[in-house]
């Protein structure tokens, strides 16, 4: 089966040559020495600030949402993954929905405000597909209204916009080191600010609130990394750069042989250094992009509909209707993507498109 994605997996005998240091430590969580070289590695390869890893993508949103949030109205999208809203629901806040733009799939910065109550206490946009949102916009409407700035960055690992790092804007920004994204941890992921105090929060907040053995920060969970995780991490780190020229081949192969008289383009905004994360398509009508899922599927090979459903359709947000989310929604289908693909294989799933669109 040719899949949507396909985790990269290092060379097996430089996982163990790593995880062996962890045995030799005999130190196999609590932030050892693998996560503090991963955390350097990453802080000094992405032009990053502050970095935390964490054990997931979501619990950097549900952090601060919890520090942030105050129980208020959070603006959001609904367009992304579930875990964007789910997080907010989570810590008992309310998502507000602002649509989305038609082309590039973030939020429509232009709708923000009109959204804004005496309620509102964050801003939490997705960066879809390792496409930033219109980070000025928001942030200016945010400075206006003295609100948070928060951003799910999960598809953003190495993306620049405006020759900086994309985790540098906002208050707060998180990344998904899942097994499925473009550089992982296995399980994992991240927390980006530029500020120290929030830094400060944050780092408690995932430990339980420690504030030394004995003394408590404040209120925290438990978000920390294991050495294990941090080990595949530093497998992975040193192929970043074959990963995505592999990836990005197979993008520049899908970009000219599509029928894209049938098919729309994810449009990156202009000063964008993308990643090559995700490839989706956006169909004329949901008949067509069933036509070709089953087609694709009838050979093995399974794209996704991602993302979908439009998240103010679940029934526990209680979400207004959204057009262009819910269109959108409908229509668009995420193709395999992966480093070292066999470039017959996607051949084969650019013809079986073209021929049934």
Avoid at 270 to 276: D, I, K, M
């Amino acid at each position: 089966m040719i899949a949507v994605t396909k985790s990269f997996l290092p060379p097996l005998a430089e996982y163990q040559a790593l995880v062996k240091r962890a045995w030799d430590n005999n130190w196999l969580t609590n932030r050892g020495e693998l996560v503090l070289e991963l955390e350097a590695k990453l802080k000094d390869y992405l032009k990053v600030n502050h970095i935390i890893i964490m054990n997931n993508g979501t619990i950097p949103l549900q952090i601060a949402l919890k520090l942030f949030g105050n129980g208020g109205e959070i603006i959001t999208t609904p367009f992304s993954y579930v875990a964007t809203t789910s997080a907010i629901v989570w810590e008992n806040c309310k998502p507000v929905f602002v649509d989305i733009h038609p082309e590039y799939l973030t939020i429509d910065e232009e709708k923000i405000e009109a959204a804004i109550t005496p309620k509102t206490t964050a801003i939490l946009a997705t960066h879809v597909f390792g496409n930033p949102c219109h980070v000025f916009a928001i942030e200016a409407i945010a400075a206006k209204h003295k609100l948070t700035v928060i951003y799910d960055a999960a598809h953003c690992f190495g993306v620049r916009y405006n020759n900086e790092s994309v985790f540098n804007f906002g208050d707060v920004s998180s990344c998904s080191f899942h097994a499925t994204k473009l550089f992982h941890t296995g399980e994992g992921g991240a927390v980006f600010c530029n500020d120290r105090s929030i830094y400060d929060k944050l780092f408690y907040s995932h430990n339980f609130g420690h504030n030394g053995p004995l003394d408590f920060h404040g209120l925290g969970i438990n978000g920390k990394i294991s050495e294990l995780h941090a080990a595949m991490g530093l497998a992975v780190f040193p192929h970043m750069q074959s990963i995505i020229e592999d990836r990005k081949r197979v993008v520049e192969f899908y970009n000219g042989q599509l029928n894209f008289e049938e098919l729309q383009p994810l449009k990156i905004r202009q000063g964008t250094e993308w990643n090559y994360s995700y490839y989706p398509v956006i169909f004329k009508s949901e008949t067509a992009l069933l036509k070709v899922q089953a087609a694709l599927n009838a050979e093995q090979i399974s794209p996704r509909r991602y993302f979908y459903p439009s998240l103010n359709t679940i029934p526990y947000t209680q979400g207004k209707k959204m057009p262009v989310s819910e269109l959108v929604a409908s229509k668009i289908l995420c193709l395999p993507l992966a480093a070292a693909m066999d470039m017959n294989d996607v051949s084969k799933i650019i013809r079986i498109i073209n021929e049934n669109l």
